[in-house]
């Protein structure tokens, strides 16, 4: 007899011949594996398990309709009804989601990365079904479709695990960090859907996707270029004082040596993160870390650059434009100099609601945000966007990207400001790598 019991399946030694195949490991008397090995090496066993408690199924009054993109992704994906679908952002993932919970019509656990886009698919789902709550650390509400954060889910994922038959997992790339993809790994549900725009991760653990959602079905910007506004990058070089690049070259100078010196290539992603690792016992690798970081300070954060943020502003006084910085400090800096709304996540959700409602509804032409509106939140009707300061990573800069590639708008633009003779031009290199892919 296998049987569910906090978030693993337990059985007797005597149904070893059915499990060989599996990872499990013996305790006591038992065999102990996870719900989710069963879902997708012996699925014909998941009716054998004792202890599952499925919620009802919900009541769909419709299920979405789908652009034709849409459409054709969401069939490949339904072959096997587990995997993971990766769209551009702006091309409707979250209807794609939508669409399996109400074809297949089983109770659905729906995992999000903010409790802003945990309000953003409650209100979606409003259109397709009643039966809907949530489980965060605000409200715990199980409802036959409930949205959930990656925080409260994997928190919960014993107690969640026995009564879902379907996971969505939204920006699926967060899943496998160690304390979320317990959320999968505790779970019995035998339907898988994940939806990104960017899977890839710098630590490389999407490789582990695999085998907790299923495989990936991708659609780039060229099979959905006729659906989304056209689009521009535009990259402006500034010059900082000369008294600030002086620092600057200074305070980089003392890490690239430490690197050099420890056999490393500065220009590494890797390297930085073996700085990191050596600064817990190594003073000189913590004075190398610090003025790397004073020194990035300095490209990304220049007056000259909100000079040019300034000259933008006006150029688009009557487009809709969203600046994105790296930093909160930017973020309000621009914020009282231009009198424009900040999206933090230091503001109160209310307050974050009622600006976008604003810029929604013209009464701001303008929102700068640190961070907050990279991943997944919906924001109409934006045509322009400024980079302020990023980092190396494509996936940030996608989503950026995507901000303003809507459905119906009209020609997009990207303006990137980088501080000319610093490493800004190698992390601008490194982030539109994957760019090459949507021409």
């Not at 119906?408 to 490493?423: H, R």
Request: with cysteine; proline share 4%.
């Amino acid at each position: 007899m296998l049987t569910y019991k906090n978030g693993l399946i337990w059985a007797k030694a005597d149904i070893l011949e059915k499990i060989k195949e599996l990872k499990y490991k013996n305790f006591k008397d038992q065999i102990v594996l996870y719900p989710s090995d069963i879902v997708f090496k012996k699925p014909q066993l998941i009716g054998e398990i004792k202890g599952l408690m499925f919620l009802p199924e919900p009541n769909v009054k419709k299920s979405p309709d789908l652009r034709r993109y849409q459409s054709e992704i969401y069939e490949r994906w339904a072959e096997k009804k587990k995997g993971v679908i990766v769209m551009p952002t702006g091309a409707g993932k979250t209807l794609v989601g939508i669409k399996a919970v109400c074809d297949i019509h089983k109770p659905a656990l729906c995992v999000v990365p903010t409790l802003s886009l945990v309000d953003q698919w409650l209100e979606k789902f409003k259109d397709f079904s009643d039966d809907i709550g949530e489980w965060t650390g605000r409200r715990k509400a199980l409802a036959p479709i409930t949205v959930s954060t990656y925080d409260s889910a994997s928190i919960s994922a014993d107690f969640l695990g026995n009564k879902f038959e379907i996971l969505i997992f939204d920006e699926v790339h967060h899943l496998p960090s160690e304390n979320y993809r317990r959320i999968a790994l505790f779970s019995i549900a035998q339907y898988r859907m994940g939806l990104t725009a960017t899977l890839e991760r710098e630590d490389n653990l999407h490789e582990l996707i695999k085998d907790l959602v299923g495989d990936t079905y991708e659609l780039s910007y060229k099979d959905v270029e006729d659906f989304l506004a056209d689009w521009e990058i535009k990259q402006i070089k500034v010059r900082i004082s000369r008294e600030n690049y002086s620092k600057y070259r200074e305070l980089m100078s003392k890490y690239i040596s430490f690197c050099i010196k420890q056999g490393l290539d500065p220009r590494e992603k890797t390297s930085f993160l073996r700085v990191i690792n050596m600064s817990a016992h190594s003073q000189e690798a913590r004075e190398a870390l610090l003025s790397h970081r004073l020194a990035k300070d300095i490209s990304k954060n220049s007056g000259e650059k909100l000079e040019v943020v300034g000259q933008l502003i006006q150029k688009h006084q009557n487009d809709k434009i969203i600046i994105f910085t790296d930093s909160q400090s930017m973020a309000y800096r621009i914020s009282e100099t231009f009198l424009i709304p900040c999206i933090t996540s230091d503001i109160p959700q209310e307050e974050r609601q009622k600006y976008m409602v604003g810029f929604s509804s013209g009464v701001y032409h303008a929102i700068v945000s640190a961070h907050v509106l990279d991943e997944g939140i919906d924001v109409p009707d934006a045509s322009c966007a400024i980079v302020v300061s990023g980092s190396s990573s494509s996936r940030e800069f996608i989503q950026r990207l995507g901000r303003i590639l809507r459905p119906s708008k009209p020609k997009a633009v990207l303006y990137e400001i980088i501080s000319a003779g610093t490493s800004e031009k190698f992390s601008s290199e490194r982030r539109k790598n994957k760019l090459e892919d949507f021409d």
